[in-house]
């Protein structure tokens, strides 16, 4: 079997986009030859949507996860879908509406280790909010923090990706801003994610999505910085309310769903 192709490393703004079933697993996993799905990884979660057959039938995928390697990316469809034949081909749809708000949310965690230089313990993702925790014992006003975001969002600085060899990672160590996570290693080239004119804003390794200017993050503010330990502070970034531009009124004030916790920078862990 071919490598599958993990298109949203490319363009995190394909939403879809053909592909061919590679394999069906025993769970009834979907692999596809290529895929615009992002599966749950460095605390942003995987995609949802359908897969489109011929006929018009979807399918329905409830998730996204990575299989027992990075590599391998399996569509978890939702009970009571009929399963593809191998070498079927399908369009992708993900759920677009909720792919761009963790896009927003996860560029914003960016900016904010941009304001925050501080290691990073953890970090997750959702679709109304996203939290990063900090190895720092100083306080520091959410006021503050929240103007400081809204000029980097404001100012409009472009956001791109920047392949580089490990040996240039390992050149420049201070590249890695999470505590306990590196980057995967093997492949040869580590995935930067640029922010600004020549990366003068930051650059540092990730492998989730991302918006294409900071302006597209919207209007955020800091909800809370909870203390965590001595040496810990955890931020929770919020869209502002009524700032929301797609989806249910619900969806844009609930709770997030996806509490658990996953390591930041880690498209590998
Ligand atoms: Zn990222």
């Known amino acids: 079997m071919t490598p599958m192709k993990p298109l949203f490393l490319e363009d995190a703004y394909l939403s879809t ?12 996993g979907i692999v596809l030859d290529q895929t615009c799905f992002y599966a749950t990884s460095g605390g942003q979660p995987g995609d949802t949507g359908f897969l489109e057959r011929e006929s018009g ?8 996860v990575t299989g027992e390697t990075k590599a391998e990316i399996i569509h978890i469809p939702a009970p ?27 560029t914003a965690c960016h900016l904010l280790s941009v304001i925050c230089p501080y290691p990073i313990t953890g ?4 679709e109304t909010d996203s939290r990063v925790d900090f190895d720092m014992s100083d306080t520091i006003d959410k006021a503050e923090v929240t103007t400081r975001l809204m ?28 505590k306990n996570v590196r980057p995967p290693r093997g492949q040869g080239q580590i995935r930067l994610v640029c922010i600004g004119e020549d990366s003068s804003i930051d650059s540092q390794p990730c492998g ?13 503010h800091i909800g809370k910085i909870e203390k965590k330990g001595k040496e810990n502070r955890r931020f929770r970034i919020l869209f502002r309310p009524g700032a929301c531009l797609t989806g249910s009124p619900q969806r844009c004030s609930s709770v997030p769903v996806d509490r658990s916790f996953y390591t930041f920078l880690t498209p590998g862990a």
Request: aromatic share 4%; no cysteine.
């Open 151 to 178: 000029e980097l969002v404001n100012a409009n600085h472009p956001i791109f990706i920047r392949w580089i060899a490990e040996a240039d990672l390992d050149a420049n160590p201070t590249l890695i801003k999470s």
């Open 80 to 106: 009571d879908q009929a399963v593809p034949e191998i070498g079927e081909k399908l369009v992708m749809h993900i759920d677009w509406d909720r792919r761009y708000k963790l896009m927003q949310m996860h």
């Open 208 to 220: 989730g999505t991302h918006v294409g200017e900071t302006a597209e993050v919207g209007e955020i």
């Open 17 to 28: 986009a053909e592909a061919e079933v590679a394999g069906i697993r025993e769970d009834g």
């Open 57 to 64: 039938d979807k399918i329905v995928i409830a998730g996204t």
């Open 123 to 126: 970090a997750s993702v959702s």
